[in-house]
């Protein structure tokens, strides 16, 4: 599992990303100790999903499977997960023993001040942003609709056919992500 | 999912114009364990014509005014998703009916002070639901029981009344499925329910309810719907002018029941938008009309709107009294 505590180093703060904008880099230390700096995994990778999550929120829970064979499925592919769990209402060990026990075996930080998901402008759990290897944001939005449609999915099949991604925004619902 | 859109509750404003027709609307999809909602709507109906006849033109289908009825309704509910294919959830509407001769026809019914041309309020009927999803792919399968329980003895005799002040036992079904090979943002969902009700005079008088909704999401905030809502009393007493009833009087008991255990029938078509303000927070509006009925009353416009709030009790909860400290991570440097 490379889920664990984390620690990030930003370059400087935004407001929320526009689809096509270059992501700003960011370095975390997972709740394992890895150390992943987004730039590089850009690098090494067809494309990245950083994606909020909560151990606690039930829109975040109900797609723990799904993000789990996910990751697995685009690990494949060359795309790689990050999950980022921000705020100080979930502990890092909570965080840790959730990933375990969901089998979530991509990269997991914590993000206690709120630092990605202000750099990004994540505001729920779940909510997902895909960068693609030049780190431009190509889709931002929610896991999935529960009446249809996959949309991270199609997004990350979209963009790893060289296709348009659309819609490259949906609206994500779930748990605000505690501020302060 | 939830209130994304089919919204959950976001519909919950339907219950106001379907508390006069006794049905309910579809809901195929639930919230995830641990997801409570809660809801406020408000509704308006005004209704124009009685579907009963006359001595000249005697029939259970036959428009006639014979005064116009306006009620209003705030209904409130809250649901849980105790798993992720179980829910529980209860409303309770306040009611407030007036009626009023249109035209300088129309009277009153006998017996009743509420027909007076005054507002008259009350809370109406608890409505106490369990949902259990069966299937959710490729087609949402969604059974549930409900009951219909009056929170008070109330006035029914009257045109301004605000319900039937029955007790209803439902069981019923729903079915949903999204549309995107058809139509991208598309969906389709339906109920059906047979409601046991309370017996009055000995006589039987059950239903059957049933909803429609075609709906559209515009843009990923903003969903279209199409609804059509039905339903049909099993048995009840059927009769075509008001002198088929008897003397119109308290001392004749078909009289003082016949709103209760008419033979009723009814169908209502319309639409209604919702847009998803947060990821937590909906606000919808809907508009309906009846276009086809037997007995009862035919509404010519029902409005009704309100929001629904999302929320993980848990979160909250933690929020307020959860730990500060995550544990043991360095300090984040900006």
């Known amino acids: ?180 | 999912m939830r209130r994304q859109a089919v919204s959950l509750a976001a519909t919950g404003g339907l219950v106001c114009l379907q508390a006069l027709a006794g049905s309910l609307q579809a809901q195929s999809w639930l919230p995830p364990a641990g997801e409570g909602y809660f809801s406020l709507g408000y509704g308006n109906t005004f209704a124009t014509d009685h579907y009963l006849g006359t001595a000249a033109n005697p029939g259970d289908n036959v428009e006639t005014n014979r005064g116009h009825m306006r009620s209003q309704f705030v209904t409130a509910a809250i649901g849980y998703g105790i798993t992720d294919h179980l829910e529980l959830a209860v409303g309770l509407p306040f009611a407030s009916g007036r009626w009023y001769p249109a035209g300088g026809i129309g009277a009153p019914h006998p017996g009743s002070n509420a027909d007076n041309g005054d507002y008259h309020g009350a809370f109406q009927d608890f409505r106490i639901q369990a949902l259990y999803q069966v299937v959710r792919e490729p087609v949402a399968l969604t059974p549930f029981v409900a009951a219909v329980i009056p929170s008070h003895s109330y006035t029914y005799l009257a045109h301004s009344a605000i319900g039937r002040d029955l007790h209803e036992y439902l069981v019923g079904v729903n079915f949903g499925s999204g549309l995107d090979r058809l139509l991208p943002g598309g969906y389709v969902q339906a109920m059906y329910s047979y409601a046991f009700v309370e017996r009055v005079l000995d006589i039987h008088h059950d239903r059957s309810n049933a909803a429609l909704e075609l709906g559209y999401f515009v843009t990923p905030s903003l969903g279209a719907r199409f609804l059509a809502t039905g339903f049909y009393t099993h048995g009840g007493l059927s009769f075509r002018q008001p002198s088929d009833l008897g003397p119109g009087s308290l001392s004749n008991p078909i009289f003082v029941h016949h709103d209760q255990i008419g033979h009723e029938s009814g169908i209502s078509l319309g639409g209604g938008l919702s847009y998803a303000l947060t990821g937590s927070v909906d606000v919808y509006a809907t508009y309906m009309r009846t276009v086809l009925g037997h007995l009862g009353v035919r509404i010519e416009h029902g409005i009704a709107f309100g929001f629904s709030w999302g929320f993980s009790p848990k979160q909250v909860a933690r929020g307020m009294f959860g730990p500060r400290s995550v544990g043991g991570e360095p300090a984040v440097q900006p």
Not at chain 1, 70 to 83: H, R, S
Request: hydrophobic share 45%.
């Open chain 1, 1 to 180: 599992m490379a889920s664990a505590l984390f620690v990030i180093t930003l370059a400087s703060r935004a407001s929320a990303l526009d689809i096509g904008a270059v992501a700003p880099d960011f370095h975390i230390r997972t709740l394992d100790g890895q150390e992943v700096w987004l730039a590089e995994a850009e690098k090494s990778h067809r494309a990245i999903v950083v994606l909020f999550l909560s151990t606690i929120c039930p829109y975040s829970n109900y797609y723990n499977d799904l993000i789990r064979d996910m990751a697995v499925e685009f690990d494949k592919k060359g795309v790689l997960f990050i999950g980022i769990n921000s705020g100080r209402i979930e502990t890092a060990e909570e965080a840790r023993t959730h990933a375990l026990e969901h089998g979530h075996t991509f990269p997991i930080a914590k993000d206690p001040q709120n630092l990605v998901a202000e750099r990004l402008g994540a505001r729920r759990t779940p909510e997902v942003f895909v960068l693609d290897a030049s780190g431009r944001l190509v889709y931002h939005g929610r896991v999935a609709s529960k009446i249809s449609s996959p949309d991270l999915k199609n997004a990350l099949d979209a963009l790893l056919a060289g296709r348009p991604v659309k819609p490259a925004e949906t609206k994500a619902f779930g748990c605000a992500i505690p501020r302060g």
